[in-house]
């Protein structure tokens, strides 16, 4: 497994920017495909976007295609999230994840998917 550790969450005001970072340690990360999903209160977790292990192919939900971009650094170890345009439904906890598992299929897999970070919180102020 890699170990996951979020940051770069805080309270921005709507139409704002942030760039969440998720730095990985253990095995080798470049070997893995690498997810942002997100969870508000009371509502289920959902996925955000996903990166292949080569940085070649992303995939985005429809709510946030065109405003967030994922990339990574793998001689960093570290999955980047950048949320631009941000809106009030956008305030949840973001967690990155990890999985051996082609980075198209990380939506589905959800809650089975390997590794987990501790999450960041994300509120977009009106």
């Known amino acids: 497994q890699v170990q996951l550790v979020e940051s770069g969450g805080g309270l921005v005001q709507v139409g704002g920017s942030l760039r969440l970072s998720c730095a990985a340690s253990?095995?080798?990360?470049?070997?893995?495909?690498m997810g942002w999903f997100r969870q508000a209160p009371g509502k289920e977790r959902e996925f955000v976007a996903a990166?292949?292990?080569?940085?070649?192919?992303?995939y985005y939900s429809d709510s946030v295609k065109g405003r967030f971009t994922i990339s990574r650094d793998n001689a960093k170890n570290t999955v980047y999230l950048q949320m631009n345009s941000l809106k009030p439904e956008d305030t949840a906890v973001y967690y990155c994840?990890?999985?051996?598992?082609?980075?198209?299929?990380?939506?589905?897999?959800?809650?089975?998917?390997?590794?987990w970070g501790q999450g960041t919180q994300v509120t977009v102020s009106s």
């Open positions: 994840a990890a999985d051996l598992v082609p980075a198209q299929g990380m939506a589905a897999r959800r809650s089975a998917l390997e590794s």
């Open positions: 253990g095995r080798t990360f470049s070997g893995y495909s």
């Open positions: 990166i292949s292990w080569s940085g070649g192919y992303t």
